[in-house]
């Protein structure tokens, strides 16, 4: 509903309309009246209506100066004058000032109705004028932006679809800039000669600024520095749209960089002034797969985090990738030599390093790289020492009742004695000779229920002695053999 306010300095004018007009009728909601010209113009600067209703003649501030100042503080409003036989001269400049309609005096009902409606009908013509130029407005704005993304993504079609969009453009494009931001909150300064237009793409965001004026490369890229406060990277200046593509991708690479060195904007040119020669890190680079081969977790991360500083000190984000891509990949053929799992060739590390921003983000990404290699050869010799340890186990079960020792044992699990021995304990919770004794001592008894000799048991079982078998015998049961077999 339309909001209108009624200014007269008759009062039987204003008394009047308010009551023998039906407002509502028309989707008008009279909100208020006023009986001079300074009190109107307080009254509408304070509320603002849609629609006026004044008489020309009024003191304090005639119509003519009220509606005059109206529209200089809002241009839409929708002015009708009341004006009388002689009021010619006035209604002429009314009409030049913009009101939209009049009303001869003496007022009537009828003449009231006629000019509300018609005023209804212009405000609604206006209203979807308005809507079609905003929404050819928007449809522009989106083209705009289509054509741009095309010509950023080096698309075929682009520079015939710029050439026709600039068909509708008002102002020459001097130039292209692409800057890359590193989120979608940024702020934006406008700027008189240049246009800026956001695009997204995927999860990026960008803008494009236009150049609308002819500028010095310097001056170019001072302007463009100062057009954004957030941090982003800044792609070459360009004057021909087809070369739009070339400063899209020194944006996204300047941004990536801008990110990496944690500085606010970067400009794609001045990304060599940031860079240093690399240190030479190769003894740190064996410590570290001594670490992984050892696994000792501690000394890998200290040795993985002094390599990560010295690179870091190139600030080479692109050299920096590949020296981590090649570290991982050495990484994993060492925990592959170990028995660690392979990945599998589909798997790609220099992808994942491209998706990080930091060197934070590049060491934490590494460390965890090389910590799971690292428990990958944990495993596999966890693995290989199970396997090893039940083939002793399968060894002894079989050949018990022979004169075999630790190193006969070791031997065929495929390690030495000491290493054997320590292995084993730490597996089954006991040493290799108690393990072999409980074995011994368990199958005598078996023989010595099913009414085998002393003697002989003690044969069968491993013990040329038999006064040893007796001592280790009753060492576990707390009995000799012989009253071991009588009493079961």
């Known amino acids: 509903m339309m909001r209108a306010a009624l200014f007269d300095d008759e009062f039987i004018v204003i008394q009047g309309l308010q009551t023998m007009v039906c407002w509502e009728k028309f989707g008008i909601e009279l909100i208020g009246t006023a009986q001079n010209g300074l009190e109107a113009l307080d009254y509408f600067e304070a509320n603002k209506p849609d629609i006026i209703l004044t008489d020309i003649r009024m003191p304090g501030l005639d119509?003519?100066?009220?509606?005059?100042?109206?529209?200089?503080?809002?241009?839409?409003?929708?002015?009708?004058?009341?004006?009388?036989?002689?009021?010619?001269?006035?209604?002429k400049k009314a009409i030049k000032l913009g009101v939209v309609d009049y009303l001869e005096k003496p007022v009537t009902l009828s003449k009231v109705e006629d000019v509300l409606a018609r005023t209804i009908k212009k405000a609604n013509e206006i209203k979807r004028i308005k809507t079609l130029e905003t929404e050819w407005e928007i449809n522009k704005q989106e083209r705009l932006k289509q054509v741009l993304l095309q010509l950023m993504l080096h698309h075929e079609e682009g520079e015939k679809n710029w050439e026709q969009v600039m068909q509708s453009y008002s102002k020459k494009v001097y130039?292209?800039?692409?800057?890359?931001?590193?989120?979608k909150d940024f702020i934006q300064k406008e700027k008189p000669n240049l246009k800026s237009i956001p695009i997204r793409s995927g999860n990026?965001?960008?803008?494009?600024?236009?150049?609308?004026?002819?500028?010095?490369?310097?001056?170019?890229?001072?302007?463009?520095?100062?057009?954004?406060?957030?941090?982003?990277?800044?792609?070459?200046?360009?004057?021909e749209p087809g070369d739009l593509f070339k400063s899209y991708q020194q944006a996204r690479k300047a941004c990536r960089y801008a990110k990496f060195l944690e500085v606010s904007a970067l400009h794609y040119e001045d990304i060599e002034t940031y860079n240093t020669a690399p240190q030479d890190v190769s003894s740190i680079e064996k410590a570290i797969f001594a670490s992984m081969r050892t696994t000792d977790e501690a000394n890998l991360k200290e040795h993985v985090m002094s390599w990560m500083k010295e690179l870091r000190q190139t600030r080479q984000l692109e050299l920096m990738e590949r020296e981590i891509a090649r570290m991982v990949y050495l990484g994993l053929e060492v925990a592959k030599e170990?028995?660690?799992?392979?990945?599998?060739?589909?798997?790609?590390?220099?992808?994942?390093?491209?998706?990080?921003?930091?060197?934070?983000?590049?060491?934490?990404?590494?460390?965890?790289?090389?910590?799971?290699?690292?428990?990958?050869?944990?495993?596999?010799?966890?693995?290989?020492?199970?396997?090893?340890?039940?083939?002793?186990?399968?060894?002894?079960?079989?050949?018990?009742?022979?004169?075999?020792?630790?190193?006969?044992?070791?031997?065929?699990?495929?390690?030495?004695?000491?290493?054997?021995?320590?292995?084993?304990?730490?597996?089954?919770?006991?040493?290799?000779?108690?393990?072999?004794?409980?074995?011994?001592?368990?199958?005598?008894?078996?023989?010595?229920?099913?009414?085998?000799?002393?003697?002989?048991?003690?044969?069968?079982?491993?013990?040329?002695s038999y006064r040893h078998f007796t001592e280790v015998f009753k060492k576990h049961t707390g009995v000799s053999p012989g009253l071991y077999r009588v009493k079961k």
């Open 338 to 464: 170990h028995g660690a799992q392979d990945p599998g060739d589909d798997y790609d590390f220099h992808q994942e390093i491209r998706t990080l921003d930091t060197s934070e983000a590049m060491e934490n990404w590494l460390l965890f790289k090389m910590i799971s290699f690292l428990n990958g050869i944990q495993q596999a010799k966890n693995k290989e020492s199970q396997g090893a340890v039940e083939r002793a186990e399968v060894f002894i079960e079989n050949y018990y009742h022979k004169d075999i020792t630790l190193q006969d044992v070791a031997a065929r699990a495929g390690m030495s004695a000491t290493y054997f021995s320590m292995l084993f304990k730490e597996t089954t919770g006991t040493t290799y000779i108690k393990y072999l004794t409980n074995i011994r001592i368990e199958k005598a008894k078996k023989l010595l229920l099913n009414g085998g000799k002393v003697k002989e048991v003690s044969e069968q079982v491993g013990y040329h």
């Open 175 to 183: 130039g292209f800039t692409v800057l890359a931001l590193a989120s």
């Open 63 to 91: 119509g003519l100066a009220l509606i005059e100042r109206i529209l200089e503080l809002e241009s839409t409003t929708l002015c009708i004058v009341f004006s009388g036989f002689n009021d010619t001269a006035y209604l």
């Open 204 to 239: 990026e965001y960008f803008l494009v600024l236009l150049h609308l004026t002819a500028l010095s490369s310097q001056h170019s890229k001072d302007l463009v520095t100062s057009n954004v406060k957030g941090q982003v990277g800044i792609g070459r200046t360009y004057t």
